[in-house]
């Protein structure tokens, strides 16, 4: 079946740092969205992609969906202790049921 | 309400015993799932109901788990027998559905704590 892989699992950066996570299917996918849960919260939706190398920004959030509608990307510049939290992938298989299927999540921890 | 609703919020209960946990989604939505959450894991999926399509049990992880949607609104997920290992916050999630209006909209979960 189809299998959502973010990588890294963990993240931990200092504050003011940049970085990127990824997130890959193992099928095709009719739109791309991310996630934030907050230390103790539930999972809130951030942004949603459907179009091939559709790039979305939210503030210091930039979201990027592949060409090949197989894989995305989140780039967080200047990370702040607000980010903190785990980010999940979720991706619905093109022609397929629209089961929302979600990565494993990948957790960030920011040192001020 | 506006949002999904989850009861209860909280659930202690001795190993062996049932329980049962409740989902209200949002109006309208006609899908809904339930995952799995354990102390700072990622999201498990259980189970998903889509209209009145059969649903997608492939996540659950024993036959001590079931779940049912009565008229397309309402689920409870019932496990039976508790363990130990079923400790965790069940989270219900829920969908509009089609075309690009399948943003998911989770509840606060029911933490459960098996003793």
């Known amino acids: 079946g189809q299998q959502v892989m973010q990588i890294p699992q963990y993240q931990h950066v200092q504050e003011g740092e940049d970085f990127t996570t990824y997130c890959n299917s193992s099928t095709t996918l009719s739109n791309i969205q991310w996630y934030k849960q907050r230390p103790g919260g539930h999972p809130v939706f951030l942004i949603q992609?459907?179009?091939?190398?559709e790039v979305k920004k939210q503030k210091r959030l930039t979201f990027q969906f592949g060409e090949a509608k197989k894989n995305s990307s989140l780039h967080i510049t200047a990370t702040q202790t607000t980010d903190v939290g785990t980010y999940f992938c979720?991706?619905?298989?093109?022609?397929?049921?629209?089961?929302?299927?979600f990565g494993k999540g990948m957790k960030l921890t920011v040192n001020p | 309400g506006a949002g999904v609703s989850q009861s209860p919020s909280n659930k202690v209960t001795e190993k062996g015993k049932d329980v049962e946990l409740r989902c209200d989604p949002i109006s309208g939505h006609t899908a809904l799932y339930w995952y799995r959450q354990s102390l700072g894991q990622g999201l498990e999926f259980l189970i998903y109901f889509q209209g009145n399509s059969a649903p997608d049990k492939s996540g659950l992880p024993s036959d001590r788990f079931s779940a049912e949607r009565t008229g397309g609104s309402v689920s409870t997920l019932t496990i039976q027998r508790t363990q130990q290992e079923d400790s965790a916050v069940y989270l219900c999630?829920?969908?509009?559905?089609?075309?690009?209006?399948?943003?998911?909209?989770f509840g606060q979960g029911t933490r459960l704590t098996v003793v």
């Open positions: 999630a829920s969908s509009p559905t089609g075309g690009s209006g399948t943003e998911a909209f």
């Open positions: 979720a991706g619905i298989t093109q022609g397929g049921s629209e089961k929302l299927v």
């Open positions: 992609l459907v179009k091939s190398g």
